[in-house]
């Protein structure tokens, strides 16, 4: 039996590059002011709780998708014709569906409330759910950060290693 994962997202590291390029590019698309930074960790971490970024993921309430995409959020990114039948385009409708929500919710913490739970309210389960993965992705993004950090560090490190051996 192997001990290499199935899916794709562990197999091949051109689909994570892919899926990289397009959460972050419907993030630039719909910008959230203040956010702008987080939005992209947000889109990939909220799909991976939400379906462990399978795009074909279906319940049994009709949610869709890698965000789980049901009702009023799913009839609007029509609308606005996002179609969620590729995977680009179901980031698409989750990052426009933060937006929106955010902006009709006042903040985005009330936003990912009324994502989860239809209303923007930040009392019990919704609130658990939210308070729950903005802490696992404040501390996503602090490893992120951690490891870019150590890689410019080794670039830097290799750099002057190697014009000191031109040097000699």
Known sequence: MSETPRSNLYRFPEYRWNM???IGD??????IAGYNDLLPYLIAYWAYRESTF?????????SYGVGQIQGVLRSR???IEIDLD???????????????LTE????LEHGLANYASSKCDLKGRPRWVVKDRMKRLKALMKKVEIIYRNQEKEKKEY?????EEKEE
């Open 104 to 107: 009709r919710c006042g903040d």
């Open 86 to 100: 590729t995977r680009k385009n179901q980031f698409r409708c989750i990052a426009s569906s933060f937006k929106y």
């Open 20 to 22: 990289a390029i397009e």
């Open 77 to 79: 990114c029509e609308a």
């Open 159 to 163: 750099r002057q290693t190697g014009l």
């Open 54 to 62: 399978r795009h074909m993921a279906r319940d049994h309430q009709g």
């Open 26 to 31: 419907a993030a630039k698309e719909f910008p």
